[in-house]
């Protein structure tokens, strides 16, 4: 019995472009319909620099973002949110109470690294 009701092969996984980055910047985002940050990212030299509306305001705030490495895919197409155009998906769990912990390494990496 699979673990998932959804299984897949290893290059379906492979088509999922999941790169470490570092915060670069993070802004209020009072637009949006649920309580949201704008985030910038560098993903190194391959990928540059991108932004996403991200609804992580319950565990962190502004001034903690900036410096901080984060997972995100970067092979989504570009999604309109409001006002704000999204180049990438922030990756995170839900705790219990359905609010984002973002996915981090533990330890410092390559900007751009592909998760393996």
């Known amino acids: 019995m699979p673990k998932s009701d959804q299984t897949i092969t290893f290059d379906?996984?492979?088509k999922v472009d999941i790169r470490v980055g570092r915060i670069l910047k993070a802004?209020?985002?009072?637009?949006a319909r649920r309580p949201a940050y704008k985030v910038w990212v560098d993903f190194g030299p391959e990928i540059g620099e991108l932004k996403s509306s991200a609804?992580?305001?319950v565990h962190y705030t502004l001034d903690e973002l900036p410096g901080r490495l984060v997972a995100g895919v970067v092979n989504f197409p570009d999604k309109q949110i409001g006002k704000f155009r999204?180049?990438?998906?922030?990756l995170g769990f839900t705790d219990a109470d359905d609010a984002?912990?973002?996915v981090e390494p533990d330890k410092d990496?390559?900007?751009?690294?592909r998760l393996q």
Do not use: K, N, R
Request: glycine residues 8%.
């Open 27 to 31: 802004e209020p985002y009072p637009e």
């Open 100 to 102: 984002v912990v973002l």
């Open 55 to 57: 609804q992580i305001t």
């Open 12 to 14: 379906d996984f492979l």
């Open 109 to 113: 990496v390559p900007l751009g690294g």
């Open 86 to 90: 999204s180049e990438f998906l922030l």
